[in-house]
């Protein structure tokens, strides 16, 4: 492991950039390492391998919504319904279009399809709750 850190440094160094040592994290995306769970979380994605016997070569890799993001984004839908209570349905529609659109947008080229029905079931329920309020009968 620390022998692909120097050799990626001494890449760096001939295009004049250098890691910063506070920010560089060594993980192992198969098993544990230095005590940390295995994969590591970049840009909202988290990435990890998990052994399997189908394929050549052992183990495949999948790359997930990270938990961070998907608590990120499902309290940012909740805060949108919170803010518009009293909001006509169209507006809370309005709303909450873009949020949901870009980041279904951002997500959809990887492993998410538990994630977006998950998080579909959370604002179902919270919209449920929302049209209860309107219109308690």
Known sequence: MLQAKTVIQEWLNQVGLELKPEKTKIAHTLEEYDGNKPGFDFLGFTIRQWKVKTTKQGF?????????????????????????????????????????????????????????SKLDYLLWRRLGRWTSRRHPK
């Open 60 to 116: 495949k890799t999948l790359i997930k919504p990270s938990s961070k993001s998907i608590k990120t984004h499902y309290r940012k839908l909740a805060d949108i319904c919170d803010k518009h209570k009293n909001a006509p349905t169209k507006a809370l529609i309005a709303k909450l279009n873009p949020v949901i659109r870009g980041w279904a947008n951002y997500f959809s080229t990887i492993i998410s399809k538990e994630t977006f």
